[in-house]
């Protein structure tokens, strides 16, 4: 499980804030009635909107596994810091480092205002938005780190990995025995086709990892920010497509609830690329169809760690999460090992007539 600690109440973040080096100018006079909770959107965070200052604060709830508080901030700093750049993320306004009080540390972000994505419409947003991600220089490998760097074995074996990774978990997992089949014989193909890529020439680019749709804000104008950066690393652009879009993804989030239909997935898609042009769009476009088969059972696998470890998730002393955000964590993990919906699913590249090519 991953580790829960202390969470601070809003008396104790706005004296954190109002004496922090990092904050203390920007957040001098914070009290506790300054700081709002914001509706629960994920279990690995809480957010507070500070009152009259256009800034969020991000503290970690839950910690990942076996890992280092300090390092997993200093990660999710700078994931906020390369990205920003692109003009379709938060700017990071101050980081404030793991102390007494805030054993995970917390970052103070911009506030978006806007609202989740409606879609199917505003699917050419997102599709703006990743294109403006992605199109960001891409550092030598040497300035790389700390974020991971999946050019050095490529993103599909990099995205093996990570799914390999969940094996002992999946041994473990009760699932229906069609199911079990199915995610077999589709590691089989992923084990194949890593291994018929490898060396082959790849998009790389800053991706951001978790671009499921809940994961985004639309403003008023139209334009679509994404806004939880802790995931991102140095990627293929097509695996952010399809998590963006897979139907694992698009009824993941409370706010989003929807089954795109293959016209809307296509039209989705022709969004990015006709964003980024016909040069970068032809070196990506033979990765598209596979990296939406990788990246659905990089999250099916996924989903066999939190099947079980749903069910014993609590928040930490002084901090109880959402009752029915856990709720619909645990529907939505079962749901998608519904063996019907596996097969539905898997229909898209292994039907008589596949609709993404």
């Given amino acids: 499980m991953p580790s829960a600690f202390d969470f601070p109440d809003a008396a104790t973040l706005a004296a954190l804030l109002s004496r922090d080096p990092a904050s203390a100018d920007l957040m001098r006079d914070t009290r506790a009635g300054d700081i709002l909770a914001m509706r629960e959107k994920g279990i690995a965070h809480r957010h507070f909107r500070l009152r009259r200052t256009g800034m969020v604060l991000r503290v970690p709830r839950l910690l990942r596994w076996s890992a280092d508080p300090a390092r997993t901030l200093a990660y999710e700093a700078e994931c906020f810091r390369r990205a920003a750049p692109s003009g379709a993320t938060p700017a990071l306004r101050a980081v404030l480092p793991v102390q007494e009080g805030l054993p995970g540390g917390a970052l103070l972000v911009e506030e978006i205002s806007?609202?989740?994505?409606?879609?199917?419409?505003?699917?050419?947003?997102?599709?703006?938005?990743?294109?403006?991600?992605?199109?960001?220089?891409?550092?030598?490998?040497?300035?790389?780190?700390?974020?991971?760097?999946?050019?050095?074995?490529?993103?599909?074996?990099?995205?093996?990995?990570?799914?390999?990774?969940?094996?002992?978990?999946?041994?473990?997992?009760?699932?229906?025995?069609?199911?079990?089949?199915?995610?077999?014989?589709?590691?089989?193909?992923?084990?194949?086709?890593?291994?018929?890529?490898?060396?082959?020439?790849?998009?790389?680019?800053?991706?951001?990892?978790?671009?499921?749709?809940?994961?985004?804000?639309?403003?008023?104008?139209?334009?679509?920010?994404?806004?939880?950066?802790?995931?991102?690393?140095?990627?293929?652009?097509a695996i952010d497509l399809a998590h963006a879009s897979l139907f694992t993804s698009t009824t993941w989030d409370r706010d989003v609830q929807i089954a795109l239909s293959p016209a809307e997935i296509r039209a989705f898609y022709r969004c990015y690329l006709e964003r980024v042009g016909p040069k970068r769009a032809a070196r990506l476009q033979p990765w598209l169809a596979p990296s939406r088969r990788l990246t659905w059972l990089r999250t099916m696998m996924w989903a066999t760690r939190w099947r079980g470890k749903t069910r014993d998730v609590s928040g930490p002393p002084g901090d109880t999460i959402d009752a029915a955000l856990l709720a619909h964590v645990r529907s939505r993990v079962d749901a998608f090992f519904d063996p019907n919906r596996v097969a539905a699913i898997r229909s898209e590249w292994l039907g008589d007539s596949p609709f993404f090519v």
């Fill in 114 to 237: 806007g609202l989740p994505p409606r879609l199917p419409d505003e699917l050419p947003s997102l599709a703006e938005a990743l294109a403006l991600l992605h199109a960001l220089p891409l550092p030598p490998p040497e300035a790389r780190s700390p974020l991971l760097d999946h050019a050095a074995v490529g993103p599909v074996a990099a995205t093996l990995a990570v799914i390999e990774s969940q094996m002992a978990a999946f041994a473990e997992a009760a699932l229906p025995h069609e199911t079990r089949g199915a995610l077999e014989e589709e590691l089989t193909w992923a084990r194949r086709f890593a291994g018929e890529s490898r060396g082959a020439e790849q998009p790389i680019a800053l991706v951001g990892t978790d671009t499921h749709p809940g994961n985004f804000l639309v403003r008023a104008d139209g334009s679509a920010v994404f806004v939880d950066l802790e995931k991102a690393l140095y990627g293929s652009p």
